[in-house]
T-cell receptor, first 115, second 110 residues
C-alpha cells in the first residue's frame, strides 16, 4: 500500500475485554515497530519485528500484551483483559531495513479507550 | 538501554522568531539522531536526521547540530511560521530500535 495502515482507528472497550489492533506495513518493509502514545506523553516503544521474528519485545508492559507478525507483513497487537491504564494511541511504524538508522514510517494509530 | 532527555516540554514563540529544542542521550554508541514532527491528530513524520560523522545538517529553515562529546543534539527552526506549530520528538538508537524523547510542544503565534 501507499502507507502504513492501522485498524481500527478507534476502539472503545470495557475493562476486562480483549482487543486486537492490526498493522499493515508498507510493502517490502522488513522492520515493523509498535509504539504507545498516552495523552501528553512521548512515544513508548513496545516491540520490534524483523521479518516474522521479534528480536526486541522489551517494551511490552505486561504479559497481557502480545504481538505477532505473519508472512513478513501484517502484524497484530493483542491486549488481553484490558485495564483503564491501557487507554492510549497505539502507533505502528515500518522501515525498509533495520530502523534504528533509517526513517520510520508511522501509521495514523489506533486510539484505544478502556471504560 | 538508551535514555533520551528532551527540553523544553513546551515552547511558545512569535512568528518569525527562532526556536531551539535540545536533547541529551546516554549511550555513547548511538550514531543516528532523527527528529520527528507530529501535528495535532496526525502521525509523526521525519523532518531531519543526522549521523554521527557530521556536526551539523541544514534543510531550509531547519537544522540539527550534534555534539558527540557532550552527548547532545539540537533542532533549530528559524523564521518560525504558524504551520511549524506541532509536537517535535528527538530520538536516538539503542541496540535495535529508537528511543524517543517525551516531545516538545511548539506553539508559534501569528
Amino acid at each position: 500500500g501507499a502507507g502504513v495502515s492501522q485498524s481500527p482507528s478507534n476502539k472503545v472497550t470495557e475493562k476486562g475485554k480483549d482487543v486486537e489492533l492490526r498493522c499493515d506495513p508498507i510493502s517490502g518493509h522488513t522492520a515493523l515497530y509498535w509504539y504507545r502514545q498516552s495523552l501528553g506523553q512521548g512515544l513508548e516503544f513496545l516491540i520490534y519485528f524483523q521479518g516474522n521474528s521479534a528480536p526486541d519485545k522489551s517494551g511490552l508492559p505486561s504479559d497481557r500484551f502480545s504481538a505477532e507478525r505473519t508472512g513478513g507483513s501484517v502484524s497484530t497487537l493483542t491486549i488481553q483483559r484490558t485495564q483503564q491504564e491501557d487507554s492510549a494511541v497505539y502507533l505502528c511504524a515500518s522501515s525498509l531495513a533495520h530502523g534504528n538508522t533509517g526513517e520510520l514510517f508511522f501509521g495514523e494509530g489506533s486510539r484505544l479507550t478502556v471504560l | 538501554g538508551e535514555n533520551v532527555e528532551q527540553h523544553p516540554s513546551t515552547l511558545s514563540v512569535q512568528e518569525g522568531d527562532s526556536a531551539v529544542i535540545k536533547c541529551t542521550y546516554s549511550d555513547s554508541a548511538s550514531n543516528y539522531f532523527p527528529w520527528y514532527k507530529q501535528e495535532l491528530g496526525k502521525r509523526p513524520q521525519l523532518i531531519i536526521d543526522i549521523r554521527s560523522n557530521v556536526g551539523e545538517k541544514k534543510d531550509q529553515r531547519i537544522a540539527v547540530t550534534l555534539n558527540k562529546t557532550a552527548k547532545h543534539f539540537s533542532l533549530h527552526i528559524t523564521e518560525t511560521q504558524p504551520e511549524d506549530s506541532a509536537v517535535y520528538f528527538c530520538a536516538a538508537p539503542p541496540r535495535s530500535t529508537l528511543t524517543f524523547g517525551k516531545g516538545t510542544m511548539l506553539l508559534v503565534s501569528p
